[in-house]
T-cell receptor, first 115, second 110 residues
Framework: DAMVIQNPRYQVTQFGKPVTLSCSQTLNHNVMYWYQQKSSQAPKLLFHYYDKDFNNEADTPDNFQSRRPNTSFCFLDIRSPGLGDAAMYLC??????????????FGPGTRLTVL | GESVGLHLPTLSVQEGDNSIINCAYSNSASDYFIWYKQESGKGPQFIIDIRSNMDKRQGQRVTVLLNKTVKHLSLQIAATQPGDSAVYFCAENNNNDMRFGAGTRLTVKP
């Protein structure tokens, strides 16, 4: 089945140790998103790629970076995780298009713990 | 600033009853809205959407109502079941930019 896959589902890292979260999709969607979701809160958009074009949210810390080497894969890099970065990280995709208002399809998320 | 939000953080209903979850939005230019269901430890799951040229849309056991006059969105779940227990988010999507409301936790009592 076509889907959005996130690996790993659970990630533990140490304070300050770089970590990379992975997302892949078989939907061939143009747009891929990364969200951060803390406990009992709504998902917060960090950034998204429209094809190869990177779109950063104004309030996303520099500590968070992203890479999209091809249509199927997108990575979230946290350069120096702090305790406040512990959260669920959600990847989503949408078909995309100019001035698009598409539904987004979410992966299961990666829960990050920072020790 | 512009925002999407929910009136109530929690809702508890009896199994078999109908549920109504509300959402207020402030951006009058918004033209597309989505309801998501999120179960514990999982990603948001699409339930139903509606565009601003409609005021009602029905799915299986779910209905979304849009009142543009008062910028209000609601999700109605008929004959609520234990499996409906989750957090429900409304979201507003403009040009690949989606903003979530705060979420309502629905608990279904047997």
């Amino acid at each position: 089945d076509a889907m959005v896959i996130q690996n790993p589902r659970y990630q533990v890292t140490q304070f300050g140790k770089p970590v990379t979260l992975s997302c892949s999709q078989t939907l061939n969607h143009n747009v891929m998103y990364w969200y951060q979701q803390k406990s009992s809160q709504a998902p917060k958009l960090l950034f998204h790629y429209y094809d190869k074009d990177f779109n950063n949210e104004a309030d996303t810390p520099d500590n968070f970076q992203s890479r999209r080497p091809n249509t199927s894969f997108c990575f979230l890099d946290i350069r120096s995780p702090g305790l406040g970065d512990a959260a669920m990280y959600l990847c989503a995709t949408s078909p995309g298009g100019p001035l698009s208002t598409d539904t987004q399809y979410f992966g299961p998320g990666t829960r990050l713990t920072v020790l | 600033g512009e925002s999407v939000g929910l009136h109530l953080p929690t809702l508890s209903v009896q199994e078999g009853d109908n549920s109504i979850i509300n959402c207020a939005y402030s951006n009058s230019a918004s033209d597309y809205f989505i309801w998501y269901k999120q179960e514990s430890g999982k990603g948001p799951q699409f339930i139903i959407d509606i565009r601003s040229n409609m005021d009602k849309r029905q799915g299986q056991r779910v209905t979304v109502l849009l009142n543009k006059t008062v910028k209000h969105l609601s999700l109605q779940i008929a004959a609520t079941q234990p499996g409906d227990s989750a957090v429900y988010f409304c979201a507003e999507n403009n040009n690949n930019d989606m903003r979530f409301g705060a979420g309502t936790r629905l608990t279904v009592k047997p």
